[in-house]
């Protein structure tokens, strides 16, 4: 069975005018010295980033604002800007999180693009139950 997906798979990259993937997974010992060139944990290429989303831009400003409350008592001076700052990171994230556009992804199947058919409405409902047979 698995040989037949195998066939017909390196049949649709044929037609496609690609090369058939080889089983390129590295085996046995293979893969243990793989792993243990990379220390165990999987290679990215850019490294450590931090991503500044919507969600963390809110979460760091409710935090600082809630981190000010004891500063009031310890340094004046400094709790009002953190509030201030607090208050900005957390309305920045808000608007952020509305002014993305939405990711919509593109449902395929066998190459061919899938779309829901809308609901039917009131109306079409109706004519619809009034024409079945």
Do not use: C
Not at 38 to 65: D, E, K, N, Q, W
């Amino acid at each position: 069975m698995a040989n037949r997906y195998q066939r017909e798979i390196e049949e649709i990259l044929e037609q496609v005018n690609e090369k058939a993937p080889s089983d390129s997974r590295p085996r046995g010992r293979a893969l243990q010295a793989q792993r243990a060139r990379s220390g165990g944990r999987p290679r990215s290429g850019a490294g450590p980033r931090a991503a500044f989303t919507s969600g963390r831009l809110m979460l760091a400003g409710v935090i600082l604002i809630i981190s000010s409350l004891p500063l009031i008592g310890l340094m004046p001076s400094l709790a009002g800007p953190a509030v201030w700052l607090g208050i900005f990171l957390l309305v920045t994230g808000y608007v952020v999180h509305f002014a993305k556009p939405r990711r919509t992804v593109e449902r395929r199947w066998r190459g061919e693009s899938i779309e829901d058919q809308p609901e039917p409405r009131g109306m079409e409902r109706l004519w619809r139950w009034l024409t079945r047979s």
